[in-house]
C-alpha cells in the first residue's frame, strides 16, 4: 500500500512543524486583532455582540490561513527543520503584518473619507463585509505568488513584497473602476456614504468583486513561467498578465450579469432596495468567474 502514498515518514517531521506553526499563527489573529483595534476581542464578541468585528476577525482568519497555504507545504526545506521553522515562521508573521497594513491602506487611498475601522466598531456590518473581502482578495494575491516562486528565501520575500504591491495597486483600481460606476448611477455620490449607511448588498457585490478580480489574477502565475534571473523583470511581466486578466474577469462579468440577472434592474434593487438576494448572486458571478480564470491557467 505504501507504493500508493506519497507521504513518506521522511518527511512527517516538516508536515508537523508547519501544522504547529500555522495554528500558532491562527489562534493568535483574535488576540492580534483586539490589540490592533485597541479594544477587547472578548468585550466585543462576548458582551456587544459585535457581529461586525466577529466578521473582521473571520475574514482575517481566512486571509492568514490562505497565505499559510502558500508556505506549509511540507516539503523538505533543504532537509533542515530549523531552515522550515524560520521559512514558515517568518513569512506568517510577514502575512498578518501585510494584512494589517492591507487595512490602513484600504482606508488612506481606496475610502480616504471613510474610516472601515471606525464602522466596524459602531457595528457596521457592511464595513466588515467590505474589510474581510479587502483581506481576503489580498490574501489570494499574495498565495499566488508565493507558490510560483521556487523554494528560495530571498527569492520568496522579493516575490513576496512585489505580490503585495501588485496587490494593492489592483485593489486600488478595482475600488476606483467600482465608485466610478456607482457615481455614474447616483449623480456624483460617493461608494463609501453607501458602506457608512450599512447597505450590506452593494458590500458583498464589492467585495465579491475584489476577490472575484484576485482569482483571475493568479492565473499570470501559469501564464508567466519563473525564473530567479532577472526577478524584477520577471514581476513587471506577472503584474502586467494580471491587469489583462483585470480587464478580461470585468467585461466577461458584465456579459455574464447581463444574461444571468437578465429581467432585473441591478442598480435598482442592490443600490437602492439594498437587495442582499441580488447582491450576493452578483458577487458569485465574480467570484466563478475569477475561479474559472485561475482553473483555466493557473
Given at each position: 500500500m505504501?507504493?500508493y502514498?506519497?507521504?513518506g ?8 512543524i508547519?501544522?504547529v506553526?500555522?495554528?500558532l499563527?491562527l489562534?493568535?489573529?483574535r488576540w492580534l486583532?483586539?490589540l ?7 468585550e ?23 497565505v499559510?497555504?502558500?508556505l506549509v ?9 530549523m531552515?522550515e521553522?524560520?521559512l514558515?515562521?517568518?513569512f506568517?508573521l510577514?502575512?498578518?503584518?501585510l494584512m494589517?497594513?492591507?487595512r490602513?491602506l484600504?482606508d488612506?487611498?481606496s475610502?480616504?473619507k471613510?474610516?472601515?475601522?471606525d464602522?466596524m ?5 457592511a464595513?466588515s463585509?467590505v474589510d474581510?473581502?479587502?483581506m481576503i482578495?489580498t ?6 505568488i508565493?507558490g510560483?516562486?521556487d ?5 520568496s520575500?522579493i516575490?513576496?513584497?512585489g505580490?503585495y504591491?501588485?496587490s494593492?495597486v ?9 465608485s466610478?460606476?456607482y ?17 450590506s448588498?452593494?458590500?458583498l457585490?464589492?467585495?465579491?468583486y ?7 489574477v493568479?492565473g499570470a502565475s501559469?501564464i508567466?513561467?519563473?525564473?530567479a534571473?532577472?526577478?524584477w ?7 502586467l498578465?494580471?491587469v ?5 474577469l470585468?467585461?466577461?462579468a458584465v456579459?455574464?450579469?447581463n ?14 432596495q439594498?437587495n442582499v438576494a ?7 458571478i465574480y467570484?466563478?468567474?475569477g475561479?474559472?480564470?485561475?482553473g483555466?491557467l493557473?
Amino acid at each position: 500500500m505504501a507504493e500508493y502514498l506519497t507521504l513518506g515518514t521522511d518527511i512527517l517531521p516538516f508536515y508537523l512543524i508547519d501544522f504547529v506553526i500555522a495554528m500558532l499563527i491562527l489562534t493568535g489573529i483574535r488576540w492580534l486583532s483586539g490589540l490592533i483595534a485597541n479594544v477587547s476581542s472578548t468585550e466585543e464578541l462576548a458582551h456587544k455582540d459585535n457581529p461586525a468585528f466577529g466578521i473582521s476577525i473571520a475574514g482575517a482568519t481566512i486571509a492568514i490561513s490562505i497565505v499559510l497555504m502558500g508556505l506549509v507545504t511540507g516539503e523538505e526545506s533543504g532537509s533542515d527543520p530549523m531552515h522550515e521553522v524560520m521559512l514558515v515562521l517568518v513569512f506568517g508573521l510577514c502575512g498578518i503584518a501585510l494584512m494589517w497594513l492591507t487595512r490602513i491602506l484600504f482606508d488612506h487611498l481606496s475610502f480616504s473619507k471613510l474610516s472601515i475601522h471606525d464602522e466596524m466598531m459602531k457595528g457596521n456590518i457592511a464595513a466588515s463585509i467590505v474589510d474581510a473581502g479587502n483581506m481576503i482578495a489580498t490574501a489570494i494575491i499574495i498565495k499566488a505568488i508565493m507558490g510560483w516562486v521556487d523554494n528560495d528565501f530571498v527569492s520568496s520575500l522579493i516575490a513576496l513584497c512585489g505580490g503585495y504591491i501588485c496587490s494593492q495597486v489592483l485593489m486600488v483600481a478595482a475600488t476606483i473602476y467600482r465608485s466610478k460606476v456607482y457615481s455614474s448611477r447616483h449623480n456624483g455620490e460617493p461608494l463609501h456614504n453607501a458602506i457608512e449607511a450599512g447597505n450590506s448588498a452593494l458590500a458583498l457585490r464589492f467585495s465579491g468583486y475584489r476577490i472575484g478580480i484576485a482569482l483571475a489574477v493568479t492565473g499570470a502565475s501559469g501564464i508567466v513561467k519563473f525564473s530567479a534571473d532577472n526577478l524584477w523583470v520577471l514581476m513587471a511581466v506577472w503584474a502586467l498578465c494580471a491587469v489583462v486578466l483585470f480587464v478580461v474577469l470585468t467585461v466577461l462579468a458584465v456579459i455574464s450579469r447581463n444574461i444571468i440577472l437578465s429581467g432585473i434592474d441591478v442598480a435598482e434593487e442592490v443600490d437602492n432596495q439594498k437587495n442582499v438576494a441580488v447582491g450576493v448572486i452578483e458577487a458569485s458571478i465574480y467570484v466563478a468567474i475569477g475561479l474559472i480564470l485561475s482553473g483555466l491557467l493557473g
